[in-house]
């Protein structure tokens, strides 16, 4: 018989109870409040990111035109 074999119905057991007590503990992980509420269609707050080549751009200077921002995480 091997060891696992031997142990199943206890790590069964083991990660339906750690299943169990992560569910219970998350809803009361607390989370920090929101820093600011934004309204759609409201101006946004000015900030400068660098674009797909590495220039800055600063959002005032785009005032007047079109805006479409794209977020996303970076490398994987």
Same mark, same amino acid.
């Given at each position: 018989? @091997?060891?696992?074999?031997?142990?199943?119905?206890?790590?069964?057991?083991?990660?339906?109870?750690? /299943? $169990? +007590? $992560? *569910?219970?503990? $998350?809803?009361?992980?607390? @989370?920090?409040?929101?820093?600011?509420?934004?309204?759609? +269609? *409201? *101006? /946004?707050? %000015?900030? @400068? $990111?660098? %674009?797909? %080549?590495?220039?800055?751009?600063?959002?005032? *200077?785009?005032?007047?035109?079109?805006?479409?921002?794209?977020?996303?995480?970076?490398?994987?």
């Amino acid at each position: 018989m @091997t060891l696992l074999r031997k142990f199943r119905v206890p790590l069964i057991a083991f990660g339906v109870v750690l /299943a $169990l +007590g $992560l *569910a219970w503990m $998350l809803p009361k992980i607390p @989370t920090p409040p929101p820093q600011g509420a934004f309204v759609a +269609g *409201a *101006a /946004a707050p %000015d900030f @400068t $990111l660098k %674009d797909q %080549d590495g220039n800055p751009v600063t959002l005032s *200077a785009l005032h007047g035109q079109k805006v479409l921002l794209y977020f996303y995480r970076g490398y994987w």
